[in-house]
């Protein structure tokens, strides 16, 4: 484990990503581009402690750029995510609820960069905790080369069916800038 930040961040955000790097080039540079304005604007990153693929991309760019790194990682993934022992602070955790629990907490804002199934669960949790009022931290959803142009469609599919209403639409930023949906997340969460 690092060592814990003696510098108080200005502001914390939670990313989920993939532990894989994905088919196409741009989503490790969005990672590294996302990592390098959070460790620019002394930010601290919060995610799943992973070493591998976009997760590692991130918190090497946010260290590199003088960020924080808080990773979060259960002892069951620790082997199969490789976890990343650089992070300034490194939580090995007994489950899943943990790990989210933890980064919730630790969390002024949420983004959502291109993953699997598990960064698809953890962003429509926060969603869902956030329509809740569970929290009232901003939760956004960067588009990268138009990966999610299909989830897009199908969640506005879903308000015509009125299975979720525009209010709820309206608690998710969608953007294809990083730095603008970033500075939005942010300023939102009062830490801008």
Same mark, same amino acid.
């Given at each position: ?5 003696? %510098? /108080?961040?200005? $502001?914390?955000?939670?990313? +989920? ?6 088919? =196409?080039?741009? +989503? ?18 919060? +995610?799943?402690?992973?070493? #591998?693929? &976009? @997760?590692?991309? *991130?918190? #090497?760019? /946010? ?5 924080? %790194? %808080? ?5 069951? &993934? ?14 090995? %955790?007994? /489950?899943?609820?943990? !790990?989210? !629990?933890? @980064? ?5 804002? $949420? ?7 598990? /960064? $698809? ?8 905790? !956030? =329509? &809740? ?8 959803? *960067?588009?990268?080369?138009?990966? +999610?142009?299909?989830?897009?469609? $199908? ?9 979720? #209403?525009?209010? =709820? @639409?309206? *608690? ?8 603008? &949906? *970033?500075?939005?997340?942010? #300023? ?5």
């Amino acid at each position: 484990m690092g060592a814990a930040c003696t %510098v /108080t961040p200005a $502001f914390s955000i939670c990313v +989920y990503c993939g532990s894989r790097p994905g088919a =196409q080039a741009v +989503y490790a540079e969005t990672a590294a581009a996302v990592g390098r304005w959070i460790g620019e604007h002394g930010g601290q990153l919060v +995610y799943g402690g992973g070493r #591998n693929g &976009l @997760m590692g991309v *991130l918190a #090497n760019a /946010t260290l590199a750029s003088g960020g924080t %790194v %808080v990773g979060v990682i259960p002892k069951a &993934l620790v082997e199969k995510e490789w976890a990343h022992h650089a992070c300034t602070e490194l939580h090995i %955790v007994d /489950t899943m609820h943990d !790990r989210k !629990r933890i @980064m919730a907490e630790r969390a002024d804002a $949420f983004l959502a960069l291109p993953g699997g199934i598990g /960064t $698809f669960e953890e962003f429509f949790e926060v969603w869902t905790w !956030r =329509q &809740l009022g569970y929290h009232s931290k901003p939760v956004g959803l *960067l588009n990268v080369a138009g990966l +999610y142009d299909g989830l897009s469609a $199908f969640l506005q599919a879903i308000v015509g069916e009125q299975f979720i #209403n525009d209010w =709820q @639409m309206q *608690l998710i930023r969608v953007d294809t800038d990083a730095e603008r &949906l *970033l500075q939005s997340l942010i #300023n939102d969460a009062g830490q801008g």
